[in-house]
């Protein structure tokens, strides 16, 4: 058996725990949160064990970032690079009802909830987070920290950006590139490429907010391999639609 440790104390931890009630392969050696007063509370009776520092005490474990924004996952990555964590120390989780066809690779570090379904050579990059009943179609690359919430359907050869953010139920035509950092809202239907750090909403999905004039967050060069076909051609400028929220997981 493979100890195991989570980092942070968070609504995405919850549901790891509940997948890995059903991995006896891993031993749940405890939760490590930076947040103050966590340290001796618990999620779902499992104790919150101290910071990130605390790494250091387990050398044997493998560890999982159970965080729900791609940039806040990618700030701790670094973190625990600083404490000499490598990649081969990162778990990587996938639900029991997904089937990975021999033609997807999953990064290290990623989390696949139920329901997800991969059809032929799909890519996640390194700690990528996919919600539950995501659809991934044919030739799509995920890049790392990306976060696909709960419901998102993506056409084929569909690229989605480092550290981008897709919120619930939205849905991206074929050929399509989402960009690095980019927000889409839930519900919302993307028909053309959104740029990086853009936030998207609607039906069609136009923008809401703009990029802001630095970098959001330094994310590292993406581990996922481009496509091999160009992307396909944005399409007219899409016409008014209903703004949607951006949401999903914490």
């Known amino acids: ?14 549901e790891v725990l509940n997948l890995l009630r059903n991995r006896p392969e891993y031993v749940l050696v405890g939760i490590l949160d930076d947040l103050p007063g966590l340290q001796g509370s618990s999620v779902d009776g499992v104790p919150v064990l101290g910071g990130l520092d605390q790494i250091t005490r387990y050398p ?15 700030r701790i990555s670094d973190r625990l690079a600083g404490l000499g964590v490598t990649d081969s120390r990162y778990a990587r989780l996938v639900h029991h009802s997904v089937e990975v066809p021999d033609t997807c690779r999953i990064g290290v ?8 379904v991969l059809t032929a ?12 009943t995501v659809t991934l179609t044919h030739g799509d690359r995920v890049d790392d920290f990306a976060t696909l919430c709960a419901g998102v359907s993506l056409g084929g050869n569909v690229s989605v950006g ?3 953010y897709l919120g619930m139920n939205a849905a ?5 590139r989402i960009g690095r950092g980019a927000v889409l809202g839930m519900g919302s239907a993307v028909l053309e490429n959104l740029p990086d750090r ?6 069609p999905a136009r923008r ?12 590292p060069p993406t581990s996922v391999p481009a496509p091999e076909a160009p992307l396909a051609p944005a399409l007219a400028t899409p016409v008014r639609g209903t703004p949607a929220l951006t949401g999903g997981i914490e």
């Open 162 to 164: 480092a550290g981008a």
């Open 198 to 203: 853009e936030t998207w909403v609607g039906v």
């Open 172 to 176: 991206v035509r074929e050929g399509v």
């Open 208 to 219: 809401l907010r703009a990029a802001a004039d630095g970098p959001l967050v330094p994310l």
């Open 1 to 14: 058996m493979t100890e195991l440790l989570l980092v942070g104390a968070s609504g995405l931890a919850r």
């Open 60 to 74: 044997a474990a493998r560890i999982l970032i159970c965080v729900g924004r791609g940039e806040a996952r990618a």
């Open 109 to 116: 570090g990623s989390i696949v909830l139920a329901g997800v």
């Open 121 to 132: 050579d799909v890519v996640l990059g390194r700690h990528t987070v996919v919600m539950p």
